[in-house]
């Protein structure tokens, strides 16, 4: 078993196995063109708000894939007596830790571009002679970001299949906030020509769209962090619709022959779910360890992501534990 291609100390299957060492490229080019992209735009940003509020949503695109490298090698130590259920939440903290990060900044910026616009600031923006020519500064920020939106627009795209593969939704934060960069990156240009056309007010403005769009990718990452590590029902890895898998589990249940009702509880650890069914035996039925062993395995082999599974007879099923 390689540990670059396992997770909890269990190794994976060919397709996740490729998705995970995709997914650790991409994150590690992402970071290499961030830190390009940020220097760049620090360069050229002036005294511009909108500016300086995509060179802040830029720094803070460094936290998910960070986040994403730290958690992927917390999550690869086995389970041990402290730590029985591995360390999988790991991916679900870096998740929540990047979330409150782009909510909180995000909210700081709301308000710093809002008091620039009611004092009516009106940003200076100057010249630069470059090869013996006079050229706006305006023209460099322009020229800056539209570059600066290309690479991670690109690479956005390519993590969404990685992120379904592994069930990684801080992977796929990442993707979304990536392939969302064009709209700051457009909102920051038309904010920098507004004011080469005089309207003083269009910079303010600009920032304020990109310091909504900061809000909005932190809210929603905070949400669904908060209900994986609160143990909501497992969702898709873009935290829409539940999560196929569940549907199967309950599925292989109903085809029980010995067992009059049966349910489940699966809760979702980062990349792994976690099992525990509940079947009411029929009257006259045998309840072995046989039995209860033979539906374990069928419920393991469902899915590489089924690492714990937990089967039990109990007097009655809670409704909680009923199939959606």
């Known amino acids: 078993m390689s540990p670059e291609t396992a997770l909890g100390g269990r190794d994976l299957p060919d397709e996740q196995r490729a998705a995970l060492r995709r997914a650790v490229r991409l994150e590690w080019i992402t970071i290499a063109v961030l830190a390009g992209t940020v220097a760049a735009v620090y360069a050229v940003s002036g005294q511009s708000q909108a500016m300086k509020a995509a060179w802040i949503e830029d720094s803070l695109s460094f936290l998910p894939p960070i986040a994403f490298l730290v958690a992927l090698r917390v999550s690869r130590i086995p389970p041990s007596a402290r730590f029985p259920y591995g360390r999988h939440r790991a991916v679900g903290i870096g998740h929540l830790v990047a979330g409150v990060s782009l909510l909180v900044m995000g909210a700081f910026l709301i308000v710093d571009s809002g008091t620039g616009l009611v004092a009516g600031e009106r940003p200076p923006m100057g010249v630069v002679e470059i090869g013996g020519r006079v050229v706006w500064v305006g023209w460099l920020m322009v020229a ?57 007010w269009a910079d303010a403005v600009a920032a304020l769209v990109v310091s909504v769009s900061i809000v909005r990718d932190g809210w929603s990452n905070v949400r669904g962090a908060i209900e994986g590590l609160a143990d909501a029902r497992p969702t898709r890895y873009d935290g829409t619709d539940p999560h196929p898998l569940v549907h199967r ?63 039990t007879v109990v007097p009655e099923v809670l409704d909680a534990h009923r199939p959606c």
């Open 249 to 311: 589990i309950d599925d292989l249940l109903a085809g029980v022959d010995w067992a009059v009702d049966r349910g489940a509880r699966v809760r979702d650890e980062g990349h792994v779910f976690h099992v525990e069914a509940f079947l009411v035996p029929a009257d006259g039925q045998e309840v072995t360890v046989a039995r209860l062993a033979e539906v374990r395995r069928q419920l393991s082999q469902l899915s590489w992501k089924i690492e714990d599974v937990v089967v």
């Open 144 to 200: 800056v970001m539209a570059a600066s939106v290309v690479g991670p627009f690109i690479l956005g795209r390519m993590k969404a299949a990685p992120a379904e593969a592994l069930h990684d939704k801080v992977l796929y934060a990442d993707a979304d906030m990536n392939r969302a960069d064009w709209k700051t990156g457009l909102a920051t240009i038309v904010g920098v020509l507004g004011i080469g056309m005089g309207l003083w």
